[in-house]
């Protein structure tokens, strides 16, 4: 099969990190009902993605989400792509987000079965290879809750 062409990428995320923010975007989605990130700023040593809320969470939550990433990443999961078009993409994704010039063919990368999302950027191929994840602070401002996360290996 010939490979799909996709829009360039201009950035080179790390790819642990990376797939990391998917499982922690998947885990707010599930726990809390919001949308995956507003804002995310994804780096080697430490990430923060913004999350629309209305209010902050508790220290409990917080500590929720930590151990239901980490549940997660133990999990050993395997991470696939596949590719799909617009209109197969219609209704199961959130399409805002898109570019105006975004390419005939979606790439969608899968987390096990605990998230899936369309996405261009590096990831690991099994959960195993992240390391552990750490919340290592959080604020909350105007209706935007941040999460700053790290790996530890």
């Known amino acids: 099969m010939q490979q799909p062409i996709l829009n360039d990428h201009n950035k080179e995320e790390y790819p642990p990190m990376h797939t990391a923010e998917h499982i922690l975007n998947g885990t707010m989605v599930k726990l809390f009902g919001c949308r995956r990130s507003a804002n995310a700023h994804i780096e080697r040593r430490k990430s923060k993605c ?30 696939t792509m596949e590719y799909i078009t617009h209109e197969q993409a219609q209704g199961r994704f959130d399409m805002e987000r898109l570019p105006d010039d975004a390419s005939a063919t979606l790439r969608v990368v899968r987390v096990g079965d605990y998230d899936e999302c369309l996405c261009v950027g590096s990831h690991v191929s099994n959960t195993a290879e992240i390391g552990h994840f750490r919340i290592s602070s959080t604020r909350y401002e105007a209706g935007r809750f941040r999460i700053v996360f790290r790996l530890d290996q």
């Open 50 to 79: 913004d999350y629309d809320l209305p209010a902050p969470l508790s220290p409990e939550q917080i500590a929720a989400v930590e151990a239901r990433v980490n549940e997660v990443i133990a999990a050993h999961l395997p991470v």
